[in-house]
């Protein structure tokens, strides 16, 4: 009888929730747009392939995203997923994730050190430079190749910030009527965005176009522009990302030019890989989803996809 009680606790202990097959995330922010697509993404995916999925909001702290990732190793889950806060600040989660043998996929944002140098860990997520350079060449098309453009930026310790702008910036100087006059972070966040739009204007800051890195600024210079009366045909203004609220906005005939960042292809694709490398299999070191470019002729096709 001893024997057989033990032998039902012995398999009620393996049959347990904390032995199912599992996956950690740390997401760098849980209030982004294109960050909470991209997680819901994920969780489908997970469920798809019966593994269970737990999600961690760093808040944009890079110490408390190590916490995280050294909890979840502790945890003994089979695989981690980062969606870092700064991209060149991820080698100690690498080391906490290679140091016990945990396969490590990096979603969206791409370190910018050696961590893809070890085995087991790899990168899901999109070539941010070609978003940049996608955004300019249209707003440029819609300049005439004439006139002056600020650039806001996202958080400075993101490494698209600066892929994405160089894009623009590169694309820029091939028109010699297209003046760059202001770049300042308004760190990706609406908000920040209507503060610093309306400091330029307010300032006297002549402006033909806005190329913001991602749509929640690129929307937030639209509300600041509504306030001071400016239409959108006076300033044009592009985002990537192609969020909902983006695709209303042009939809309403206020956003000039997005850029589509896939979320499902980006959040799904990552929950693959690290199945994939959980089970042993081998996967590519990068896999890149590509950007489409959205204008108002072409919104209809990612309307219907919403």
Not at 84 to 104: F, K, Q, S
Not at 113 to 139: C, I, R, T
């Amino acid at each position: 009888m001893k024997r057989l009680l033990l032998a039902a606790a012995v398999f009620a202990t393996c049959s347990s929730p904390a032995m199912a097959q599992s996956i950690g995330v740390s997401v760098a922010w849980f209030d982004d747009n294109f960050l909470t697509t991209m997680r819901n993404a994920m969780e489908a995916e997970a469920e798809a392939q019966g593994y269970d999925i737990q999600f961690l909001d760093a808040q944009g702290d890079i110490g408390r995203q190590l916490s995280q990732t050294q909890s979840l190793a502790a945890q003994g889950v089979d695989a981690i997923i980062i969606n870092p806060v700064d991209t060149a600040a991820t080698g100690m989660m690498t080391d906490v994730a290679v140091g016990n043998d945990i396969p490590l996929v990096y979603v969206n944002r791409q370190p910018e050190g050696s961590d893809l140098d070890h085995d087991n860990v790899v990168f899901v997520g999109s070539d941010q430079k070609v978003s940049g350079e996608m955004q300019m060449e249209a707003l440029a098309e819609k300049l005439g190749g004439e006139g002056k453009v600020a650039i806001m930026l996202g958080e400075l310790s993101s490494g698209a910030t600066h892929q994405r702008t160089n894009g623009v910036k590169e694309v820029a100087a091939e028109y010699p009527g297209i003046e760059i006059v202001a770049e300042q972070p308004a760190d990706y966040q609406r908000t920040k965005a209507i503060d610093l739009m309306t400091n330029w204007v307010v300032g006297g800051q002549q402006i033909d176009a806005i190329a913001a890195n991602n749509d929640e600024m690129a929307i937030g210079a639209l509300n600041a522009m509504r306030q001071l009366g400016i239409s959108p045909q006076d300033i044009l203004v592009g985002g990537i990302d192609a969020t909902r609220d983006a695709l209303e906005s042009m939809q309403n005939g206020e956003l000039a030019v997005t850029v589509f960042q896939d979320p499902i292809g980006q959040g799904g694709g990552a929950v693959k890989s690290a199945i994939d490398l959980a089970e042993g299999k081998e996967v590519e070191n990068i896999t890149l989803v590509p950007f489409k470019l959205v204008t108002p002729e072409t919104l209809e096709e990612f309307l219907a996809n919403q």
